[in-house]
């Protein structure tokens, strides 16, 4: 006789499971997330079941010959990118974004670039109603392509409709949270019906060689919701950024097992859908005004591209008891410690003051080599004294004051001669090879160079 179920509270932010419902997840903190779900008895042959006896598997050595990772490029030069080459037949991609950033219209234009080519592309929405998805594809002028769509949650059905025809090159299901799974008596979102159907449709893409998107919702932090565990089930993460206020779109890596992380895609949404940028640097240097202080360029490296980007800076006397600081695509504790480095080893103080700090573009920047540009931009508007337009700046300032070397020093001063810069402040250590960029280098080994060529007017 069969066991009857049992009942268990499951954190639906970080997974973890309780005998009894409490409003606080003692292992993640998040409130009103324990959510009840029934667990059943696991099946004979599953390995969990007891008396289970499973088969011996066949050792092997490290060494022996690999084959190279078969790859099918999409024609999308920056999800190519981003993706280390093309999608990869058998590997499962989870992408997630803000609703409205764009994450349904991009894949439906993977679907679409792989069908003209001669795939065979199935697109699950789990959302939006067929009639929806086919308004999108006549605005995108992807009416034509042969696409196959079905509007489908249910898991046992999308898993029979995959068994039928020839195997599929790609699919993507949008999204992985609105399925469910006959078998488990919980609601569509939850843990364990985001983590089985994860599973299965992973077995299927593995078993069948073709590629798997799939589409995660995010928290209001902009994490993809649900348990950490889909991200490590999967082989690539990709995030879809960008502010509803501008036009880019950033497809950002951040966990790929077929090529590098941190890489970046940048597309332009356009009338007809996204629109690739393939020199983001004049994307993101565009509408200058080369006269105003408090701005300095910043050549950056996103994985493996260079990229250069404005950083804006606004201090002004503040009439507050507690002047403010606001912070836009940079981290806040990064201005915090460059505020206290300016007072501490400059004689530069802006406690006095407000100050604005802004990426222009919406771009979102975490390398520690963005701080001698944000020094630059922030000396410069405190004194009214501009920089000189044909600048770029790079360099990691530590809390002694001094200038730390930067890795890809090359790349980044390639990048910016290459843009029409003549100059480049970067730090005193750290060599060029023979063949780096035609540039004026200006060394610095201490911030307190860069605050006395910028000395506030009295």
């Known amino acids: 006789m069969a066991k009857p179920a049992k009942s268990q509270f499951v954190c639906q932010s970080c997974g973890a499971s309780s005998t009894r419902w409490t409003g606080k997840c003692a292992n993640c903190g998040e409130w009103n997330s324990l959510v009840e779900e029934r667990t059943g008895v696991p099946q004979p042959g599953s390995g969990l079941a007891a008396g289970s006896k499973g088969r011996t598997v066949q050792l092997e050595t490290l060494k022996g010959d690999t084959a190279?990772?078969?790859?099918?490029?999409?024609?999308?030069?920056?999800?190519?990118?981003?993706?280390?080459?093309?999608?990869?037949?058998?590997?499962a991609l989870l992408i997630g974004g803000e609703p409205g950033i764009g994450k349904s219209t991009l894949l439906l234009q993977v679907a679409a670039a792989v069908a003209t080519k001669g795939g065979r592309a199935l697109y699950f929405s789990g959302e939006e109603a067929t009639a929806q998805v086919r308004l999108r594809a006549e605005r995108l002028e992807?009416?034509?392509?042969?696409?196959?769509?079905?509007?489908?949650?249910?898991?046992?059905?999308?898993l029979a409709t995959l068994s039928e025809g020839p195997a599929p090159d790609l699919i993507i299901v949008d999204s992985i949270q609105t399925l469910w799974a006959d078998?488990?008596?919980?609601?569509?979102?939850?843990?364990?019906?985001?983590?089985?159907?994860?599973?299965?449709?992973?077995?299927?893409?593995?078993?069948?060689?073709?590629?798997?998107?799939?589409?995660?919702?995010?928290?209001?932090?902009?994490?993809?919701?649900?348990?950490?565990?889909?991200?490590?089930?999967?082989?690539?993460?990709?995030?879809?950024?960008?502010?509803?206020?501008?036009?880019?779109?950033?497809?950002?890596?951040?966990?790929?097992?077929?090529g590098p992380t941190n890489e970046i895609g940048v597309f332009?949404?356009?009338t007809k859908g996204l629109r690739e940028v393939r020199n983001p640097s004049e994307l993101f240097l565009g509408d200058r005004d080369a006269?105003?202080?408090?701005?300095?360029?910043?050549?950056?490296?996103?994985?493996?591209r260079p990229l250069l980007v404005e950083i804006q800076a606004l201090v002004a006397p503040s009439p507050l008891g507690t002047p403010r600081r606001a912070i836009l695509g940079w981290d806040s504790n990064r201005l915090s410690m460059l505020l206290a480095v300016l007072d501490a080893r400059c004689g530069v103080s802006l406690a006095q003051c407000d100050v604005y700090l802004n990426v222009a573009g919406g771009l979102k920047i975490t390398e520690p080599a963005a701080d001698l540009a944000a020094a630059a931009a922030l000396l410069s508007s405190?004194?009214?004294?501009?920089?000189?337009?044909?600048?770029?700046?790079?360099?990691?300032?530590s809390l002694s004051g001094a200038v730390r070397a930067a890795a890809h020093s090359a790349t980044r001063l390639k990048e910016a001669e290459k843009l029409g810069f003549?100059?480049?402040?970067?730090?005193?250590?750290?060599?060029?090879?023979s063949n780096s960029a035609n540039l004026?280098?200006?060394?610095?080994?201490?911030?307190?160079?860069?605050?006395?060529?910028?000395?506030?007017?009295?």
């Open 142 to 158: 992807l009416a034509d392509t042969p696409v196959e769509l079905a509007a489908e949650t249910n898991l046992a059905n999308i």
């Open 440 to 458: 004026k280098i200006e060394r610095i080994g201490h911030l307190k160079q860069l605050a006395e060529t910028l000395s506030p007017c009295q």
């Open 268 to 270: 332009e949404m356009a």
């Open 422 to 433: 003549a100059t480049a402040v970067m730090p005193s250590p750290g060599e060029l090879t």
């Open 291 to 304: 006269k105003a202080p408090g701005a300095a360029v910043f050549a950056g490296m996103e994985g493996t």
């Open 183 to 258: 078998a488990l008596d919980a609601a569509p979102g939850t843990v364990s019906q985001v983590r089985a159907a994860t599973q299965s449709l992973i077995r299927y893409s593995k078993h069948a060689g073709c590629t798997l998107i799939l589409v995660g919702h995010v928290t209001k932090e902009g994490s993809i919701a649900g348990p950490k565990v889909i991200e490590h089930m999967v082989d690539t993460v990709l995030y879809f950024e960008g502010e509803r206020g501008h036009a880019f779109r950033i497809l950002r890596t951040v966990k790929n097992r077929f």
């Open 382 to 397: 405190f004194s009214g004294v501009p920089l000189s337009p044909d600048r770029v700046f790079f360099g990691e300032i």
């Open 68 to 91: 190279q990772t078969p790859r099918t490029e999409t024609g999308i030069t920056e999800l190519d990118r981003v993706t280390g080459g093309g999608l990869v037949p058998g590997s």
